[in-house]
């Protein structure tokens, strides 16, 4: 079954550019929050199975969006990756230490953006 990814990003170039490479990788349903408060909205509805989660948002950053999911019993086991064109060692480390399973930077190699998840999920598919 594939996988379904929520998308927590407000540019829309980067979301269409996600989207594209993943659908490319078989990857049918990409659900989009622009901003951290409907990330929060939806994450029940949606059951990802997978977080892609931008730093700098409008009205919450991903830090934050991270830790609430994180202390939530019904999302805390959602693997969180950030995707983020933060990339200093010290925007890393808060990211992990947050919750997420991983720290990818922008910009990012669409061909190889699905190998990427994968790997750090583990080695399965996303």
Known sequence: ??????????????????????????VQEVVVAEDGEKCLSVVGEVQ???ILLDV???RMNGYE?????????K????????LSARAMD???KKGLK???????????????LYE???QLLGGQPA
């Open 65 to 73: 969006i991270c830790r609430r999911l994180k202390s939530n019993p």
């Open 1 to 26: 079954m594939p996988p379904k990814i929520l998308l927590v990003e407000d540019d829309s170039d980067i979301q269409k550019l996600v989207r594209i490479s993943l659908k490319f990788r078989g």
């Open 48 to 50: 990802p199975d997978v």
């Open 98 to 112: 947050v919750g997420a399973r991983g720290y990818l930077v922008k910009p990012f190699d669409p061909m190889t």
């Open 75 to 82: 999302t805390k086991n959602i693997p969180v990756i950030f």
């Open 56 to 58: 700098m948002l409008p």
């Open 116 to 118: 990427e998840i994968t």
């Open 90 to 92: 010290t925007e890393v």
